[in-house]
Structure formats: structure tokens, C-alpha cells
């Protein structure tokens, strides 16, 4: 019995009761619900029995995490980051932090250790913006999960450098968890990079993201998934910003056989700012679904969503997104755009954006575009002497550079490296 | 047969499979401005994108030589790697390429990748700029995109002046310019035409022809080459129209 497994994990990890009983009743909403409703749109392109977690055991057992000092070599903090949090094949979970940023109150920790020390308000925010309601996998992760890391900003404190989390799958389930707790007038940008490694074994990985981001603070997330088409990506990410709060999101999804992400903001608070960019880049059998939600709750907000798509070989990609300005509320702002590129036959790309507009006073636009290489810019650059390879490199850097613009020089390079190697395949 | 930089003789071109040009030929010596008037729809852009090498424009007749080397066998890169410059009638918009990254490639690339030649690159492009009074800022702005039907022109010339063609093709530059745009689009033509290679002016007016002159003026109609004459041509289409022409040409068929 998969709950034996919590048992022993509460025993050995010293969990509380708070968060074995959330376990508890997680694992029963995973193993009670039925399958996800392919009639809904954010289902209906991704078949979600590839998601059931195989084997439960492997997902808590393969190792308990030791925070630190177990013999592995311990990677140190370069010049640009403010912190660092990686996890190794065995579920170790290690975190850096500068010294500085230690005696301003920062915590950057594992978040079992957290929760076991005391170090933060954990219980008052784990699973609040994803619940074990949320979803089938959401309440699998909040069940199951071993790897987790902890992120809190006190009021006031701007953190410059980038905090970086590595990411890598630990077994055929990897459940992992992220929680921000980000305090007035913080700021701070995190990037979180998922990666496995050459002698990774076929596997899913289930990666939930919480960001509490309050009143006056300026956040920036940027995932990276560049995972081997071994692992089957599911990751589901919400904020929820106060007032005045400026938040980026960027999710790059580039690797992985089938990669489902779900992201979203809550505008939680008058004139909240919230931006969402996704590039997506797609080949041989790559499956990508990306869904999107900006909800606004409050007033005076803006949210503008940008995702860029480009597949080619036989990739497939859904694009599902949603903008919901609640009753009552006034003058916000909402955004969304979705293009695609598909640069040859067989590539295949679904675009869906819905609105919710239950007030008034909004100003809300949406569009798709799908299309094909356009031959007569090949034409273009190729009668200037660039070749055929070097014209479609162009244009494809062309298509996600406004997008890639936004986020940060050093993950622009990687970003765009990543995409220049997917070109050259073949 | 003369010394020619660029000749081509019985040129077919189909479009859609509609055949729009019908046997064209011509031969362009070194230092030699060549201009093709005619009507709209007279083939006239339609040879010049085959020549090109545009694939929706096949050639299905006829043979094209560049400084002696068969152009047929070589596509649009090649093409332009041999010293090819087509100056486009709509120049494209390509989003998220800056101009300064898209001539840097380009240059790098008609010299064969020779990256040596990109030492006065920057220079280069500021001066041509300056010349063709292009704002510096142009150079970080996406190729096209967003600017007025003037700018492109004159970044097409811009180009035409930094790749240093051997020959090159002006597909009606000088539609949608105004004077003062013309006057400058002008001055960069004469200033970036190879005095030892060719240029070939396509248009419907005689106007650029008071800036840019040719040595030679041939009139285009129905996808065939009608007429042949020096500059005063150009004045007579000008004065007289081409009604005169198509009677001609009209009776020259009948006979």
C-alpha cells in the first residue's frame, strides 16, 4: 500500500501531522478521481492515462532526501546567482544561498527541511494555489512529492542576481514542488531549469510551482524544459499577485517527448501586472500542451499573453488559453496571442484562446496565426547570398526574438541555443 | 560576342504555368546601365524574379550567364554569391532580424565566408547610411518591418551598396517615391553601381531615368522585348505613351 509508504515517510522524514494528513487525503483525491474529461479543452489534446503514476513506491522510496553533506559534491554559488537548488538522481535536494541574502532574512531551503525546522509559514501556503481539487496530477504531486524547494522573500528585500533551481528526473515518477513566498516590495528573478541527465532512466515527471507574490513586488519566473525525449514533463504552475505587483512568466518548453504545462496568474489585486511568453519549440514526435490562465479578481490590471510556436518534423503542439475578468471588477486590461510556425507537412498545431468576460469595463483582444514557412522571405534572404539553412535560421530566431527579448540576457543565449540545435538536427 | 558581365538569350518564364515571358534577350558589358520599360503586366518583374532565381518563377526556355558562369544551374544563394543584386519591388518584411545582423550575414556570405571582410563592416554601414540619409536607428529595427514604402527602398539600394554586386537588378525602384526620395534613391544607385559590372533599371516611367541614365532603353510588352534604342527612347515612351508600340508591335504580328 502506497500509504504504508506515507506512513514510513512521515517517520522517517519527522512530517508533521499536518502535512501526513494532507498526503493522505491527496494520494485518496488522486486514487478516487476518474481520468480527466477529454471533452474539456484542456484535456482534449493530451491523452492523460500517460500520466497515472506507475509506480508510487519509486516515487517516495528510491531514496529519503538528506539536505546536505551526504558525500556528493556540492556545487558552489558562481558570481552571477544570488542561489542556487538542484536535486541529484537519488533525490538529494541541496540549496545555496549567499551569506548576505541569508542575513537579510532570505530562506532558500529544501522544503521538507523547512517544513521539519520551522523556517517558514509553509503550511499557510503549500497547495493553496494547487490543491489536490485542482487536478488528478496535482493531488498525485501533492501526495507523493519528494523533491521540493522553498523560496522566501521578506518585505523589502530585492534580490539582483538570478536564483537558480536545476532540475533533474529521479525514477520512473519524479514528483517535485516549488513554493515562492515572495514579501511587499520584493523582487527577485528565479529560473528554473529542467534537464535530465545522459544516464537518466525513462521516466514522468511531475513538477508543481506555487508563487505568492505580494503587494509591490516585481518577480520574474523563467522555466526552462529542455528534457530528452525520455521524460514525460507534466507541470503545473499558478500565482497569485497582489496590488501594483509586476510578474513575468516565461516558460520555454523545448524538450520531452509529450510536455504538458499548465501556467497561470491570478490578478489578485488592483493594478497588478502579469505577463505570460511561451516558446515552444517542437521536433520528431515531440507532443507539446500549453495551456494558460490570466484571472483577474481585482482592478485596473493587465495581463498580456504571448506564445510562439515552432514545429517541425512530426511534432504536434495544443495551445489552450484562457482570460477570466471576474464580476464586479473594472478597467482591466487582457491580452493573448498565440502564433505558430510550421516548418514543413507534417507538423501539426492546434490554437485555442477563450475569454470569460463576466464584467464591462475591460478591454480584452485575442488572435492565432498558424502558418507555414513564408517562401518568398527564404526568397528574400536567400537572393542576398544566405542559404537555405542560415535563411530558415533566421527567420525562426526572427519569429521568437520580440518574445525571447523579455526575459533575461544569460537565459536569451541558452534559450536561443537550444532552438539553433533543434535547426540543425537533420 | 562582346565582353559581357551578364547576358541571357531566349528567356521563357512561366508563372502558374502561364507563360508571362516569351523569349527575352539581352547582353550587358561592363559598366553599361540598361533600363526595360513597359506596361504593367508586360513581364517585366516577372523576368527579373526568374533571374533571380525565385522558384515561382521557373524558367523553362532559354540560357542566362553571370561574368561567364551559367546561371541556370545555380540557385537564388548561388546566384547572389556570383554577383547577382535584385533590388526588390516589395522588399518583405522578416520580423525579429535586424537589419545590421541580416547585411552582416549577408556580406559575410557573398564573400564566401570570408569574415575578414566585416572588419570596416560597421563603418561602412554608418556611411551608407549616412549617404542615403537613413537614420542610424534603422540598423537595430527588424528588416521592413513597419517602415514606410520609401525606407524600404532605400534600404534595398543601402543593400545593393554594401553586397557590391556584379550585377544588379532594380525591379521599380522608384514606384511609390516621392522627389526627394527619388533624388536620394538615385544618388544611391549611381553611387553603388559597379563601374565594371551591369546595371539593369526595370520601370514603368522615364522619370528615374533623368537621375539614373542609361546607355540602353528596351521596351517590354506581351512578355517579349519590342523595341531597342538609347536614352531617347525612354523620352518618346515619356512624350508619345506606348500606343504608338502596340500598333506597331500589332501589325509586326499580323505581317
Redesign the interface.
Known amino acids: 500500500m502506497i500509504t504504508d509508504t506515507i506512513d514510513f515517510r512521515k517517520t522517517a522524514k519527522n512530517e508533521p501531522e499536518w502535512l501526513y494528513k494532507l498526503r493522505r487525503d491527496s494520494w485518496s483525491a488522486y486514487h478516487d478521481s476518474p481520468l480527466p474529461d477529454r471533452v474539456v479543452h484542456l484535456w482534449r489534446y493530451t491523452p492523460p492515462e500517460q500520466f497515472l503514476i506507475n509506480d508510487p513506491h519509486d516515487a517516495m522510496t528510491a531514496a529519503i532526501p538528506m539536505p546536505k553533506g551526504n558525500g556528493h559534491k556540492i556545487k558552489t554559488l558562481t558570481e552571477v546567482q544570488a542561489a542556487l537548488g538542484y536535486n541529484l538522481s537519488d533525490m538529494t535536494t541541496l540549496t545555496q544561498l549567499t551569506p548576505e541574502l541569508s542575513e537579510q532574512g532570505v530562506r532558500f531551503l529544501d522544503l521538507a527541511t523547512a517544513i521539519e525546522t520551522g523556517a517558514g509559514p509553509v503550511q499557510e501556503y503549500l497547495g493553496k494555489l494547487i490543491s489536490s481539487d485542482f487536478g488528478k496530477f496535482e493531488a498525485a504531486n501533492m501526495a507523493l512529492w519528494n523533491i521540493g524547494f522553498y523560496l522566501y522573500i521578506p518585505d523589502n528585500v530585492v534580490i539582483e542576481k538570478p536564483i537558480y533551481l536545476n532540475r533533474i528526473p529521479t525514477g520512473t515518477n519524479t514528483m517535485t514542488r516549488l513554493l515562492v513566498v515572495a514579501g511587499k516590495n520584493s523582487q527577485a528573478t528565479l529560473i528554473d531549469n529542467y534537464r535530465d541527465q545522459a544516464e537518466s532512466a525513462a521516466g514522468q515527471f511531475n513538477s508543481i510551482i506555487e508563487i505568492f507574490a505580494d503587494d509591490h513586488s516585481r518577480l520574474r519566473y523563467v522555466g526552462l524544459q529542455d528534457f530528452s525525449e525520455k521524460i514525460t514533463g507534466y507541470i503545473t504552475q499558478r500565482s497569485r499577485i497582489g496590488n501594483q505587483t509586476d510578474l513575468l512568466t516565461v516558460q520555454s518548453i523545448l524538450g520531452g517527448t509529450v510536455s504538458k504545462v499548465n501556467t497561470g496568474t491570478i490578478l489578485d489585486g488592483r493594478g497588478g501586472n502579469s505577463r505570460i511568453y511561451g516558446l515552444l519549440f517542437g521536433d520528431n514526435n515531440q507532443h507539446f500542451d500549453l495551456h494558460t490562465l490570466h484571472n483577474h479578481r481585482s482592478h485596473e490590471a493587465y495581463s498580456n499573453i504571448d506564445v510562439k510556436v515552432v514545429l517541425k518534423d512530426k511534432a504536434t503542439s495544443a495551445y489552450t488559453g484562457l482570460i477570466r475578468i471576474e464580476e464586479k471588477t473594472v478597467n482591466n486590461e487582457a491580452y493573448q496571442e498565440n502564433r505558430n510556425l510550421l516548418l514543413n507537412h507534417g507538423p501539426k498545431a492546434e490554437s485555442i484562446p477563450e475569454l470569460e468576460i463576466l464584467s464591462d469595463e475591460v478591454r480584452c483582444t485575442h488572435g492565432a496565426t498558424m502558418g507555414p514557412l ?4 527564404i ?10 539553412k ?1 535563411a530558415v535560421r ?2 525562426v ?6 518574445t525571447l527579448k523579455n526575459i533575461p540576457d544569460d537565459l536569451h543565449d541558452a534559450v536561443n541555443g537550444i532552438i539553433l540545435d533543434k535547426l540543425e538536427k537533420h | 560576342m562582346k565582353n559581357t558581365i551578364f547576358a541571357f538569350k531566349n528567356i521563357h518564364v512561366q508563372v502558374e504555368s502561364k507563360e508571362v515571358v516569351r523569349g527575352v534577350s539581352l547582353e550587358i558589358g561592363p559598366g553599361e546601365k540598361h533600363a526595360i520599360m513597359g506596361k504593367n503586366g508586360s513581364g517585366k518583374s516577372s523576368l527579373a524574379n526568374a533571374l ?5 518563377y521557373e524558367i523553362t526556355k532559354g540560357e542566362a550567364y553571370i561574368n561567364g558562369q551559367n546561371l541556370l544551374e545555380m ?3 548561388e ?3 556570383a554577383g547577382l ?2 533590388a ?1 519591388q516589395y ?2 518584411a ?4 535586424t537589419v545590421a ?2 547585411l552582416r ?2 556580406v559575410r ?2 564573400n564566401g565566408g570570408d569574415e575578414s571582410v566585416l572588419k570596416t563592416f560597421r563603418k561602412d554601414l554608418m556611411e551608407m547610411f549616412a549617404f542615403l540619409e537613413i537614420d542610424k536607428s534603422f540598423a537595430a529595427r ?1 528588416i521592413n518591418d513597419g517602415f514606410s514604402g520609401g525606407e524600404k527602398k532605400r534600404l534595398e539600394i543601402l ?1 545593393m551598396a554594401m ?1 557590391k554586386p556584379k550585377m544588379a537588378i532594380l525591379d521599380e525602384t522608384d514606384s511609390g517615391l516621392d522627389i526627394d526620395a527619388l533624388k536620394i534613391v538615385s544618388k544611391g544607385i549611381n553611387q553603388a553601381s559597379p563601374s565594371d559590372g551591369g546595371v539593369l533599371l526595370i520601370t514603368h516611367y522615364q522619370r528615374l531615368l533623368n537621375y539614373v541614365k542609361p546607355d540602353y532603353v528596351h521596351v517590354m510588352m506581351d512578355g517579349r522585348i519590342v523595341q531597342s534604342g538609347g536614352p531617347e527612347l525612354a523620352l518618346k515612351l515619356e512624350d508619345q505613351g506606348y500606343d504608338w508600340l502596340e500598333s506597331k508591335n500589332a501589325r509586326a504580328v499580323e505581317v
Open positions: 513564408d517562401p518568398d522571405m526568397f528574400y534572404l536567400k537572393s542576398r547570398g544566405i542559404d537555405y542560415q533566421m527567420i530566431s526572427g519569429f521568437f526574438e520580440p | 533571380a532565381g525565385h522558384p515561382a540557385d537564388a544563394t546566384r547572389a554569391r543584386f535584385l526588390f522588399p518583405l522578416i520580423p525579429g532580424v545582423n541580416f550575414s549577408a556570405a557573398r527588424y543593400q553586397l
